[in-house]
Structures are given as structure tokens and as C-alpha cells.
């Protein structure tokens, strides 16, 4: 039975990359005091072990380097908005520190390899995973293989060694930057109590939540009430709605009951004694105001049988883009509710003071005819769709593979973008493209993680399998060096970023350690940070340096291997 199964695999190997891929999310999933490895790694993991059970199986390369460019592209598209973003106005100083990590991470691996004597193999594996960057491994393997003078045998053995490399120097740094940025970091940057640093930034951007109240304190709320006399009866609804705003609260009126007729009312209509009105508010701003000038509260369920539709809107207006949201709203769409605001892909904490960034996806929620009135005016409708446009996926795809076709001769050797560094390139252009005019290029979510992760997962999955039969030997030969310089190359360059980001931008601790995960792209430290800090605040130093650390590492890939070389 174990003979024919283990036949089957290695004569048909692409079993071996789904028995990969399904052991590794699998494993991927579990935690070990809240950190998870994560699929990338789990996967890579699976695919050793089915490499060490099953050897002989060979996967050709065609099928390991188009998951890889899928992977690029996809990230490319993920990150270009706040790539180009952070190139101006005060994303500067979060480029410029991204920028500083990076390069200090390099020069630390390029420093640690030669003095432990490792070749482009380890020390790309070395830098893949210290720095917690698995887009490296395809950049490496490629200009490995790139490399002129090499067999065959050299190029696989290189590529085991990068493949080792990660796995061993990634265990260790996920683990230990997640434990050095939520629990140590903020102690060494004078913070005794990372929550309450957190909440008191809240309290100063508008967004602190009262004690005691939960999420709702943001929700909109429909209120209705029968109206028994005092100060509305005999004002227009225009005339109450200005009265509210002139004392820093925001109620709308949507329809009223006269007797037994339900009305639209119009800004112009009078409220008179015994109209049921219905109300629409922050639950803030209804509670600031009033009860006993509405009267009563009642249950009418006809009355508030209307349609509200909460729509996520990309913000392209460029009115809009640089404004607060407060005043931006009020002027443009000023019968609208914001929800929700996120940007790169996260969600950040948010009030009427939160300046606007083009791309920005802001949720709003109202009446479905007053939402539609205004989204024209506001950006593109980023309405729920399975449908993506393969068509601009497949032609940014094919033009960065081409624009990294060409190479130039640098010492004796052809160094150029080749068509995973292009495919990179021409995400970054097409996702920024997307976010400007989000007319064309639909790319929903679920395609885009199938590229993006299933992507990376099979090409790590194919890397662990080929790699599968050196692993043992290689962790034997240099497990506890790579260990050592592993942490190093993690912890170091967040050691200078951080205290760089204190003494030279006196930037708050929260927002501090965000910057230093995103530089990093350590997804799972910027969990285990907003976790600790019991706010999503440090999400705000995210997004704009984990887009540069994205970009710069994975080129980083092909700058080791040509410095070991």
C-alpha cells in the first residue's frame, strides 16, 4: 500500500503540491500562545516533511515561477495605492524610516554572511527569513539560477540552502518580533502602560470611546417619536436639522406620519403636534440632544420601513482627497454617515478630523436614494462582485514580465529586473492606477488572495518539496548559526527604526511600533501590538512602511545574491 502511494505521488507530482498546500494551511492555523505561523510558512514546512517522506519527485520549474509572478503581481496591486501615497506629504517620514530599516537589514545580512562564510544560498535565506520576507525566496532563486558558471546540481543545491535558510530563521523571527514589539519595545521607548498611550492618541484624534460604551458608540441609529408640543412644533425640518449642527450634533429627518398618512418631508415642512417623525443620527448625537423636545419614543414599524444601504465608497474626488472628513462630508454629501475607514487594506481609527487620502475606502450609510444621489461625486462604488477583469490582470502581468525580459552587463554578468521584478513593478502601477480611476480593473478580494497567497503558498510548497531531501542535512551543518544571525537580522533593524522614529520625529509609541512592523512586514507583530495596546492606533504607522518594506526586500532577493556571488 505505502509502495503504490508513494509511486503514485512522485509519478504524478502535482499531488504532492495539493498535499503541501492542505497540510500547511492546516498546520499554518495553529497557535502557540497566540502566534500563529501563518500559511506561507506552514506551508513551506508541509512541503519539506512531503519532500523528505516522498523523495524523487520533480516539479518543473514553468509551474513554481508562474504562481511566484501571479504572487508579485498581486502584491504589487495590494500595495501600489499607499506606495505612491507615502511618496508625498507627511507619509515622507514613514517612507524615510521604512527606507532606513531595509537598508540597515541588508547591510546586517551582507555583514553576518561573509563573516559566517555563507554563500548566495544561505545568506538569501538568511535575509528571507530574519527579515520575515517570503517574496525574497523566488527573487533569490532566480538570480541564483541567473548566476553564470553554475551546474545544475549547484544552482538546486543553492536553492535548498534558501529554502532551509527561511524556514529556520522564520520561526524564530516571527516569534520574536511579535514578543519584542508588543512587550519589550514599548518599555524601551519609555512607555509603562502601551493601552494607555494608546487610548490617551484616541482622546487627542477624536476617536476615544467613552468607558463603558462599545462599538455602537459610532453606529447610526433610526429613531422614532410622536411630537407633543415644546420648542419643534411650528420650525421647519431645515431649521431644526441647522439648529442641531449649530450645537455640534448632527440629526437628520427622513419621513413623518400626519395622521394616518406616512410623508417624505422636505426641509421646508413644518412640524406640527401629533406627527410621528423619524430620526436618523450618531447614537451620540441623539443622546446629547434633547428627548423631551421630540416627545415620546414609539414603535412604528411602517414608518421606518425605508431603505438604508451601507456602501463601501474608493475615494477618487479630488475635492475630497486632503480634506477632513467632517467638513468634507458636510459639504458634499451632508445626508451620508461615514462607518468605516480603511486604507491599505486596514482598517484604521477615525474621526470628523481624519484627513482623506485619494484610495481611501470609506463606508457610508443612509437612505439608498440619498447614497446613490452623491457616490457619483464622492469616488467609485466598491459594490460586492465575484467578477474580475482578467483581462487588466493578465495585460499588467504580461508587461512587466517583459519589461524585465531585458538585461544589461554589470561585471561579466547579465543583472536585470527579470520577469518576477517586473511583474512587482507593474502591480505597483496597475493596483495605483485601479485606486486613482476605479472604473476597469476590478480584482475582488477572494481572486486576489488566490493569487496573491495561493499564489506565494504553492511556489513556497514547490520550494519545500524540492527542498525537502537537503533539509535535514543542511539544518545539521548550520542550524544553530542561522538561529543566532537569524535574530539578529530581525531585532536589529527594528532597534534602529524605532528609537530613529522617538528621537529624530518624536513620533508616539503606538504609532512608532506600527511603523516599525510595517517596515518589517511583520503581519503577525502588528496583531500581537494592537492587541496589547487594546487599539487599532499603531495600524495608523502601518500600511504606508509595510507597503516600501514589501517592495525594497523582495528586491533585496537579487542584491544579496549578486553581493555573495
Known sequence: MWNWLEDSIVAHPEISIFLALGLGFFVGKLKIKGIALGPVTGTLLAGVLVGIVFSGIDIPDLVKT???VAFLFALGYNVGPQFFAGLKGDGLKQVLLAVINCVVGLGIVIVLAKALGYGPGWGAGLLAGGLTQSAVIGVADSAISALPGLSADDVKEMESQVAVGYAVCYLFGTAAAAFFLSTLAPRMLGSKDLAADAHEMEKRLGVAKEPGIGPAYYSVVRRSYRVTGGSVVGRTVGDLERRAEDLGHRIMFHDLRRGTTVQKVKPSTVIEAGDVVTLAARRPDLVALSVDQWGEEVDDEELLDYQVETLAIVITSKKLAGQKIGPAFAEHAPRLFVTKVVRGGQEIPWSDDT?????????????????????????YPNRASDATDMSYVGIG?????????????????DIGLTTSGGALI???????????????????????????????????????????????????????????????????????????AKWLFKIPVPVNLGITAGANTTTASIGAITDTAKSQVPVL?????????NVLLTIWGAVIVAVLA
Not at 369 to 377: P, R
Not at 403 to 411: D, E, F, R, Y
Open 66 to 68: 508562474v504562481a511566484f
Open 355 to 379: 484627513v482623506i487620502h485619494g484610495g481611501d475606502e470609506i463606508t457610508v450609510q443612509g437612505g439608498k436614494e440619498e447614497v446613490e444621489a452623491v457616490v457619483g461625486d464622492l469616488g
Open 397 to 413: 502581468i504580461v508587461l512587466g514580465a517583459l519589461i524585465g525580459v531585458p538585461t544589461i552587463a554589470v561585471a561579466g554578468a
Open 426 to 500: 507593474m502591480g505597483l502601477v496597475f493596483g495605483w492606477l485601479r485606486a486613482k480611476s476605479p472604473t476597469f480593473g476590478q480584482f475582488p478580494p477572494a481572486a486576489n488572495w488566490m493569487l496573491s497567497t495561493g499564489g506565494l503558498c504553492m511556489f513556497v510548497g514547490i520550494v519545500g518539496i524540492m527542498a525537502g531531501p537537503d533539509f535535514v542535512s543542511g539544518v545539521k551543518s548550520e542550524g544553530l548559526s542561522l538561529v543566532f544571525a537569524g535574530l539578529v537580522v530581525t531585532l536589529l533593524p527594528m532597534l534602529v527604526t524605532m528609537f530613529l
Open 541 to 549: 504607522g502601518y500600511t504606508i512602511p509595510y507597503a516600501i518594506g
